[in-house]
C-alpha cells in the first residue's frame, strides 16, 4: 500500500519533507489535522509495533516526552506498516549537560520498564550467549572468531539489570533538546536489554566508573557489531571488542 496508506490518518493528511536518519524506514514529514507530524513507513509487523507504541504511550503517561502515535480516523494507532507520530522541537545535544540530562531521561526509561516484556521476535545481548539469531541479528553470518569476542563481551554483562533498552540514544539525531526537556526519538531499535547498554555516551556522561564504562563499551560495540554485519562500520566495532 505504501504512503496511499497516509489516507488513513484523514483525506487531508499529506506529506512534507523527507527526513534524514532512516535506515530501515521511509520517514517524512507530514500534516495531520492541520498539525506538523511525523511519518514513518517500514515493514515491521503488526504485533512489533503494538510493543512499540504501547511502550512509547506508557513513556508518555510517566511524564517522559517522546514522539506520541497520533491515531488514525478510526482508532488505530498504525496501519499498514505505518506509524504517525507528533512533531518534536529541538536541536541535538551539545555540550556536556546536555549529555548528562540525556543519561538521567535513559535511567527513568529503564527505570519505569523494568521487567517489561521482550519485543517479539527480538532477543538481548544476553540471550544471544546462546541464540544464533534474533530480529536484527544472525551469528551464524559472522565468523566464529568474531562471535567468541562477543559472546566474551555480552557474557560480562551477567547479572546487571535488563529494561527496555532505547538502542542508540548516543545518536545526536535521535534527542531534541530544549532548556526545559530532553525527548528521545527513533525507538525502532527499542528492546529490552542489559540497561548499561544505553549507558554509553559522549564523554561518559553517565558518570560510569571505567570498569562498568569498559564493559558496556565493549558490549555495546559487539551488539553494533553483530546487526550491522558485513558492513566497514561492522568491521570497525568489532575491532574495539577484546
Known amino acids: 500500500m505504501g504512503w496511499t ?77 505505518m506509524v504517525v507520530m507528533t512533531y518534536l522541537e529541538g536541536g541535538p545535544p551539545e555540550t556536556p549537560a546536555d549529555w548528562q540530562r540525556v543519561a538521567e531521561v535513559l535511567r527513568d526509561v529503564h527505570r519505569l520498564t523494568l521487567g517489561w516484556p521482550q519485543r517479539p521476535g527480538w532477543k538481548s545481548s544476553t540471550d544471544l550467549l546462546h541464540a544464533e539469531t534474533g530480529t536484527k541479528t544472525d551469528l551464524r553470518a559472522m565468523p566464529p572468531e568474531a562471535v567468541t569476542r562477543c559472546r566474551g563481551a555480552w557474557a560480562r554483562l551477567a547479572g546487571r539489570p535488563a529494561s527496555v533498552v532505547h538502542g542508540n540514544p548516543a545518536n545526536p539525531g535521535n534527542v531534541r533538546v530544549t532548556a526545559d526537556r530532553v525527548a528521545l526519538i527513533d525507538w525502532d531499535e527499542a528492546h529490552v536489554d542489559v540497561s548499561l547498554l544505553d549507558l554509553v555516551l559522549p564523554g561518559n556522561a553517565a558518570a560510569l566508573d571505567p570498569v562498568t564504562h569498559d564493559i558496556a563499551a565493549q558490549a555495546s560495540a559487539a551488539w553494533e557489531a553483530t546487526v550491522a554485519w558485513h558492513s566497514d562500520y561492522a568491521v570497525g566495532r568489532l575491532a574495539e571488542v577484546r
Open 5 to 81: 496508506a497516509l489516507e488513513q490518518w484523514g483525506g487531508d493528511a499529506t506529506r512534507i519533507e523527507k527526513l534524514t536518519g532512516g535506515v530501515a524506514n521511509d520517514v517524512w514529514s507530514v500534516r495531520v489535522n492541520g498539525e506538523l507530524a511525523v511519518g514513518r513507513l517500514g515493514t515491521r509487523s503488526d504485533a512489533d509495533l503494538a510493543w512499540e507504541t504501547d511502550l512509547i504511550r506508557h513513556l508518555d503517561r510517566a511524564g517522559l516526552t517522546v514522539p506520541v502515535p497520533i491515531p488514525t480516523t478510526d482508532g488505530r494507532l498504525f496501519a499498514d506498516g
